[in-house]
């Protein structure tokens, strides 16, 4: 065999070697991708593709624990939800909580938690510190009103109750302490288009048909719903 035979059979097994060994270097790539997808899938609501309840919940405890009283509690609440998919049917629906996911992400940024509780209720725990709470809960209640556009051209008018709730406005770090208090405080101002800040006797609200009544709260900012 020439010298020239023999380094194209060199090259060739060592080419063979190295393609072989890469293949299930490759097929652990794919499968470990997949198995992030689906794991990402299972965190995620698939409609509006926020956080479930439980993930929501294990990184709002972070999120608490990492930044105390500089941490804000947010609840959302679709107003006249039933409404739409009664008029303008279930796809419309659909479309204006995937809207509102989208809005509640971009609103809350990337180190937030932000998650669906179920059907038109969400919730975000977020930092945010008291001088720019009002600001920026003024700005979400913006958000929430701008009407949405479906895919066939029709536009859908929004609104949302926003009720939020931070540690040391409520006397509490603890997240469901805080979210019971953001919801006493979001049912102040059901329907108004205000956002409405918990106090310390949001806590102490009972419960009314498994929500929890309101009391007089801060109102922030308004708009006729």
């Known amino acids: 065999m020439s010298s020239l035979l023999r380094v194209q ?25 997949v198995l992030l997808r689906q794991s990402a899938r299972k965190d995620k609501d698939p409609l ?46 659909d479309a204006v909580l995937a809207a509102f996911g989208a809005r509640l992400t971009a609103w809350a940024g990337p180190r937030a938690s932000v998650g669906r509780l179920g059907g038109d209720e969400f919730a975000v725990v977020l930092e945010l510190k008291a001088g720019r709470r009002a600001q920026r809960l003024e700005q979400l209640v913006r958000m929430l009103h701008t009407p949405v556009v479906l895919d066939d051209g029709r536009t859908v008018d929004v609104a949302a109750s926003v009720g939020a709730a931070a540690p040391a406005s409520v006397g509490s770090r603890d997240l469901t302490v805080l979210q019971r208090a953001a919801d006493a405080a979001l049912y102040d101002g059901k329907h108004s288009g205000r956002a409405v800040l918990a ?11 498994g929500r929890r009544a309101g009391r007089p709260g801060t109102a922030l900012w308004g708009r006729a719903a």
Do not use: C, E
């Open 48 to 93: 509006t593709g926020l956080l479930r309840r439980d993930v929501y919940t294990a990184r709002a405890r972070r999120i608490l624990a990492r930044h105390g009283d500089d941490t804000v509690l947010v609840m959302v609440d679709a107003d006249h939800f039933k409404a739409v998919n009664d008029t303008m049917g279930h796809p419309a629906g």
């Open 199 to 209: 106090t310390a006797q949001h806590r102490t609200v009972p419960s009314i048909n």
């Open 9 to 33: 059979g060199r090259i060739g097994q060592r080419t063979l070697l190295l393609t072989t060994a890469a293949v299930p270097l490759t097929g652990w790539a794919v499968h470990a991708t």
